[in-house]
């Protein structure tokens, strides 16, 4: 057979339209033979629905196998040299039975169990993560099972499936050997192999099958043992076909690693294949089998290509963004730009793709007036409310709500500047007392002068910075200060007058007067409002005397000064304080001397011609035992005249008893004395009496 070239490139990765999916792709054949039953596997960028997935190569409906929602086998009956346009799109109003027989010539995902021939019944049903799988038992090789192709097979021809061996799972036994047996009673093959070694290593080989009996031809030996505890894949190709010496190729790989080994062995020869064995010894497990043909230097290829992926702002079609892509399967470009929504785009030919994208933010641009321009910048939905709050110490908070219809949007917000009130309790500095209280309001930290001020006390200026409602207290000193003065008569101890003044505040020396006073000086210091007292001492005074002058023309001396008197009579003189002698004289008066104090009024008479010595009225003694003293003395004289008129009685009586003298002498007498001693005590009073 000649050689044959196919390539499989995907041009278009998805056009997803109600539910609709499509995929195209080139499958080139670059051989110069047209291939027979051609078999590939395309894996799509996403998944499907089995039923609904259709195969279309040059616009003719092919056989396809949907193994699970990704892959895709397709079955090409006549592969003609040159580039074919392939199409895997879906339908969701048909519903296609997915059967593998129309593709391969064997299939086999074990969720139903038919066909199985076990040998020592050693392989059966199960489910492993899941998933429905075969388990090979822990017997021995040869022991396991096999089943019939769909169709019998020539080479070449490919073997592949999935395969699981847990860890640890037997030494003795440890290979997974799975292949193809001929229709000969001993059943004669080939297939792959793998023995999982107890050092962690693994032997990849070939498996010879003559009678049932296995035979290894190493491939490789000691590759690390990824291959345990994980599903991993494997295909077996025979790529010789009744020659003397065969090729087999074994591909082992997972997500982790992958092998490629290839040996000839030209010993023994089975041209036609119709059974599907696995042996080997002790439990692993098998997902699925496949069998297609193969041909010789056949791949799948895909081709780089570039495409150009341009973002236009939706509204204004401006451009965003422009980017470049270079890819071989169709790709998702996801255009990411700022302030925008996140558009998708599958790039799966070279040209232009142009995308809209929408805005998605927009911004809000404050310009805050405070002290200072302050500048600050908000984000929202485009086409969206913002409520935005904006605060700053010492201002008072503003709310505003802006429409974001604009890109950007700028607006001017000015900030009022809180004011706080200031409580100021006046206080006197010197007793301590409230004067008043005052308010006053200054801005928020703003620097502010005020000057207090009170009747009668000096001005204080004080400085402040308001940051919140506050009281606070100030001294302030009285200047003018009332001062009351109250003066008292020192002798008699009454207030004389109530003296109010206002003084400065500091030293004074003040000269109380008062008319009859001597004046006082007083020294006091006026710091706060006081009184003091001032003790004045009488300098002269009025004092009246009341004379009687029984004959004549009396006069009264004082200080200097005389007065006339007759009879009865009132003087007032202005006596000094100490008093002084008032002298009272005249032509049928004796000359009388008193002495008088301060103030007063004196009563006395003057006597005509006694002569018993001067009378001395003191200050202190009362004017009733003044004319009291003086009567004391008249009465011893009217006792003496008394005595002296009964004496010359007695001595009558006496000269009659003595016979001396008559009777009527003696009544004589008597006559005679008591109208003598009347009329003698009658001129005693009359020169006494007041």
């Known amino acids: 057979m000649g050689s044959y070239h196919v390539v499989l490139i995907l041009i278009i990765a998805a056009i997803v339209s109600h539910q609709v999916l499509a995929w195209e792709y080139e499958l080139v054949n670059s051989n110069q033979a047209t291939l027979k039953d051609y078999v590939t596997k395309v894996v799509l960028p996403t998944t499907v629905v089995p039923e609904q997935v259709i195969a279309v190569l040059d616009g003719t409906t092919i056989p396809r196998f949907v193994q699970d929602s990704r892959t895709v086998w397709i079955k090409v009956s006549s592969l003609a040299p040159g580039t074919h346009t392939l199409t895997i799109r879906t339908d969701p109003t048909v519903s296609i039975q997915n059967n593998p027989t129309t593709v391969l010539i064997f299939y086999d995902d074990f969720r139903t169990w038919s066909g199985w021939v076990q040998l020592s019944g050693s392989v059966y049903r199960t489910v492993i993560g899941g998933e429905p799988a075969m388990c090979k038992d822990s017997l021995c090789d040869p022991n396991g099972g096999v089943k019939r192709l769909f169709t019998p097979v020539s080479y070449p021809v490919v073997v592949e499936g999935g395969v699981w061996r847990n860890y640890g799972a037997g030494y003795d036994c440890p290979c997974d050997r799975i292949g193809l047996l001929d229709n000969t009673v001993g059943r004669h093959g080939y297939g792959y192999g793998i023995c999982h070694r107890s050092n962690g290593g693994i032997n990849v080989f070939v498996d010879v099958r003559t009678g049932w009996s296995a035979r290894q031809y190493e491939i490789t030996s000691s590759i690390r043992d990824y291959y345990t505890n994980s599903w991993y894949t494997f295909t077996f190709i025979i790529t010789s076909s009744a020659r003397l ?36 010894g002790r439990p692993y497990f098998v997902r699925y089998l496949a069998v297609y043909r193969y041909y010789p230097s056949v791949y799948v290829g895909t081709v780089t290509k570039t495409a150009t992926i341009v973002g236009i702002d939706a509204k204004y079609s401006t451009l965003l963004t422009d980017t470049t892509v270079t890819f071989t399967n169709p790709t998702t470009v996801t255009l990411s730009v700022k302030d925008y929504k996140p558009e998708t785009v599958v790039a799966s030919s070279e040209g232009t793709y142009t995308v809209e994208l929408v805005r998605s933010v927009a911004y809000l641009v404050l310009i805050i007036e405070h002290t200072t321009s302050e500048v600050r910048t908000y984000s929202g939905d485009y086409m969206g409310t913002l409520v935005v709050t904006l605060s700053k110490e010492g201002f008072y908070p503003v709310t505003r709500t802006y429409s974001l219809t604009k890109y950007t949007l700028t607006d001017t917000v000015p900030l009022t500047r809180k004011t706080y009130q200031l409580v100021v309790i006046l206080t006197d500095v010197d007793v301590k007392t409230t004067i008043s209280k005052t308010t006053a309001r200054a801005p928020h930290s703003v620097v502010k002068t005020i000057t207090l001020s009170a009747p009668s006390y000096a001005p204080e200026t004080i400085t402040v910075v308001m940051t919140a409602p506050s009281t606070t207290t100030v001294g302030l000193t009285k200047t003018l200060i009332d001062y009351e003065v109250i003066v008292v008569d020192y002798d008699e101890g009454s207030i004389v007058k109530t003296v109010r003044t206002t003084l400065s505040r500091g030293t004074h020396t003040l000269v109380v007067s008062e008319p009859s006073y001597s004046p006082a000086t007083l020294e006091l210091t006026a710091t706060a409002d006081s009184h003091t007292t001032v003790t004045l001492t009488k300098s002269i005074t009025t004092v009246v005397i009341k004379i009687t002058v029984p004959r004549g023309v009396g006069v009264l001396y004082y200080s200097g000064e005389s007065y006339s008197i007759t009879g009865e009579g009132t003087v007032t003189i202005t006596v000094e304080r100490g008093g002084g002698e008032v002298v009272v004289d005249g032509d049928y008066v004796y000359p009388t001397t008193v002495r008088v104090g301060f103030g007063g009024t004196y009563t006395l008479s003057v006597a005509e011609g006694v002569k018993f010595g001067v009378v001395t009225v003191k200050e202190e003694t009362p004017i009733e035992e003044v004319t009291g003293f ?28 003595a016979g001396k003298a008559e009777g009527r002498t003696v009544v004589r007498r008597v006559l005679l004395g008591f109208l003598l001693a009347v009329l003698l005590l009658k001129l005693i009073d009359f020169i006494v009496a007041p």
Do not use: E, M
């Open 630 to 657: 003086l009567y004391r003395g008249l009465s011893v004289v009217k006792l003496f005249v008394i005595a002296v008129v009964v004496g010359w009685v007695f001595a009558g009586v006496a000269g009659v008893v």
């Open 245 to 280: 010496f065969d090729k087999y190729v074994v591909i082992v790989g997972n997500a982790k690693s992958s092998y490629t080994g290839t040996i000839g062995q030209g010993s023994y020869i089975y041209p036609t294949l119709s059974y599907i064995y696995v042996f080997g």
